[in-house]
């Protein structure tokens, strides 16, 4: 019973590129989240999403457009790839309002490789 | 907006010692501070957080204290052993709010 899944878990292609990544969590939290781990393993915030609505949005590319078709779900589409993009990229969900823990859930990431 | 300063970035240590990871917090109002435990090719799981109101927490062989005041809070790893291998990440939020991390700590266990 895996809480945060995201699919694919790795990815390859070629420059130019426009690739999806799918996320969803069954554990009936309000808010997820697309980190990015870099070569040197930082963990960098891209979006959160609060009940499908967009609620953070950091210095990110437009190349990359974040959707959110209901609270269980989360998808990252990235166009026109390029090789800086190459990166584990994580789901993560979390209960913000009402009683909660705040404890981050991390997906098993999805390995982008950009050619 | 908050920015965490985490050190070192590499630890090695023999095991059976103790391990301390630091790191500082710059906004005042964060009040929540998680440790995540992220091994080769996993994904990040937190191992102990603790809140603004509490100056320490433990859990069997880990720790973490905080000093409000100064704006720092430490991981504390005692008796430390091969599967204490990992990459540790610190970070700090006002409760609610978007989760920054520190670098990480890359910490090698050597047996």
């Known amino acids: 019973d895996t809480a945060v899944s995201q699919t694919p878990k790795y990815l390859v292609t070629q420059m130019g590129n426009d690739k999806s990544i799918k996320c969803e969590q069954n554990?009936?939290?309000?808010?997820m989240y697309w980190y990015k781990q870099d070569s040197k393993k930082f963990l960098k915030i891209m979006f959160s999403?609060?009940?499908?609505?967009?609620?953070i949005n950091e210095t990110v590319p437009n190349r990359f457009s974040p959707k959110s078709p209901d609270k269980a779900h989360l998808n990252l589409h990235i166009n026109s790839l390029e090789l800086g993009d190459s990166a584990v990229y994580f789901c993560?969900?979390?209960?913000?309002?009402?009683?909660?823990?705040?404890?981050?859930?991390f997906g098993e990431g999805s390995r982008l490789t950009v050619l | 907006g908050e920015n965490v300063e985490q050190h070192p970035s590499t630890l090695s240590v023999q095991e059976g010692d103790s391990a301390v990871i630091k790191c500082t917090y710059s906004?005042?109002?964060?009040?929540?501070f998680p440790w995540y435990k992220q091994e080769l090719g996993k994904r990040p799981q937190l191992i102990i957080d603790?809140?603004?109101?509490?100056g320490e927490k433990k859990d069997q062989r880990i720790a973490v204290t905080l000093n409000k005041t100064a704006k720092h809070f430490s991981l504390h790893i005692t008796e430390t052993q091969p599967e204490d291998s990992a990459v540790y990440f610190c970070?700090?939020?006002?409760?609610?709010?978007?989760?920054?991390f520190g670098a990480g700590t890359i910490l090698r266990v050597k047996s």
């Open positions: 993560a969900s979390s209960q913000v309002s009402g009683v909660s823990t705040g404890e981050l859930f």
């Open positions: 554990l009936g939290h309000d808010t």
């Open positions: 999403y609060n009940n499908k609505e967009l609620i």
């Open positions: 906004d005042s109002a964060s009040n929540y």
């Open positions: 603790i809140r603004s109101n509490v």
């Open positions: 970070a700090a939020s006002k409760y609610g709010n978007k989760l920054v």
